[in-house]
Every structure is written in structure tokens, then in C-alpha cells.
């Protein structure tokens, strides 16, 4: 989110999360001020590589309800940042890029840092690319960390997001897939989300 008036348009459809962009290079980037939304809302700040005092002055600025990493932060790195946020209940969402496979191992020296993994679709941008990668990867997941599922999703997804979280749910692995990421696909431009389109998202589809 970057607009002011749609930001209070989208925060009206009471998302659980909404991201502001903290990365220069981004389209999306935050350069004004963000009005007050629903203190149920969680606004998320996504960093790419940024530097820690950087975030949590974010943190503290934006009252950020969860941190997003969007870029090669370490596990170390997580764990600074953890030790050093004042609230404890801010979120850490660490985001992986993923094409045709992945190798999950990497993820085992974050989960005991970050509360959900990210996965995103590997592309030339740090997020917003709009395509989807093969979520058949996903069905070998071995952790318990339970992840957001993004990239290039639209409304044609929907049907496609239903039958992953049927798999999950048949395999009893229901808890793992957490949340679902939307952006440039319910976009006019960047960072200008479609109101219509996003609630006709809600509307259509809501992850138990």
C-alpha cells in the first residue's frame, strides 16, 4: 500500500495484513504518511537487505505489527533482530523465492527465529513479478513453520489455492498454510490496489 485514500479504502475490507514497502528501489515504495487503519489490521513493513537500526525505526514509526524480509537476511540476522524489537508480538515473516524446485533444507536455521516463511515467485523484482511458480513444490514441505503462499495471485487462482489447501488438509498438515499474499495482480498501478477487485477476492475466498 502507498496512497493514502486507498489505504483507508482497502483497510475497510479488514484484511489481516497489509504491506507498506520500505525498499527505495521499489515501485511500491512508502514515501508519505500512512493514516491510522484498524488496530486489528496488521501492517507489515517489507525490507530488502535493509539495515537493523533502519527497521526497527520503522517498527516504531509505522507501529509495524509484522516485519517482512524480502531480501538474503541470515538466520543470525533474524535472530538480532528478534532480541532487539521491543514488543514481542511483532511477527517475522522471512520470504523465499521459488521456481520449478526448492531446496527446503536452507529453512531450518530460520524457523526457530521467524513465526512464518514466505514464498514467493522467483523473478527479476523483489516481489510483485505477477506470475505464479509451480506450488506442487510446495507439497514436500517439511517444516512446521506455517507460511504465507504469494506470487502472481489473482482471481483465477482461487480454485487452485482451494485444491492446495484440500491437499494439506487431507494430509494433516491444515495449519501449515497460513495465509495468502496478494499484490500486483489487484493492482492499476503500483502500489494503487483495485478496491473492486479486492473484494470481490474477499467475497470469493477466505482461508479457514
Avoid at 122 to 141: A, I, Q, R, S
Wanted: charged letters at 30%.
Amino acid at each position: 500500500m502507498k496512497q493514502p485514500e486507498n489505504v483507508r479504502e482497502i483497510a475497510m475490507l479488514q484484511p489481516d495484513y497489509m504491506g507498506l514497502i520500505f525498499y527505495e528501489k521499489s515501485p511500491r515504495f512508502v514515501a508519505s504518511e500512512v493514516p491510522e487503519i484498524s488496530s486489528t489490521i496488521k501492517k507489515t513493513g517489507v525490507f530488502v537487505d535493509a539495515a537493523l537500526d533502519f527497521i526497527l525505526k520503522k517498527v516504531q514509526e509505522y507501529k509495524l505489527k509484522a516485519i517482512q524480509l524480502h531480501g538474503q537476511e541470515t538466520a543470525e540476522f533474524c535472530r538480532k533482530l528478534r532480541d532487539n524489537l521491543k514488543d514481542d508480538n511483532v511477527e517475522i515473516i522471512k520470504v523465499f523465492s521459488v521456481k520449478e524446485e526448492f531446496d527446503f533444507s536452507k529453512l531450518k536455521e530460520y524457523e526457530e527465529v521467524v513465526n512464518f516463511f514466505l514464498f514467493d515467485t522467483k523473478g527479476k523484482n523483489k516481489g510483485g513479478n505477477g506470475v505464479t511458480f509451480d506450488w506442487e513444490v510446495l507439497k514436500n514441505y517439511p517444516s512446521s513453520t506455517p507460511f504465507f503462499l504469494s506470487g502472481g495471485i489473482g482471481l483465477e487462482e482461487i480454485e487452485e489455492i482451494n485444491e492446495l489447501m484440500t491437499w494439506f488438509q487431507k494430509n494433516g498438515k491444515e495449519n501449515l498454510l497460513y495465509a495468502v499474499d496478494v499484490n500486483s495482480r489487484f493492482e492499476d498501478e503500483p502500489g494503487l490496489k483495485n478496491v473492486e477487485k479486492m473484494q470481490l477476492f474477499k467475497d470469493r475466498f477466505s482461508i479457514k
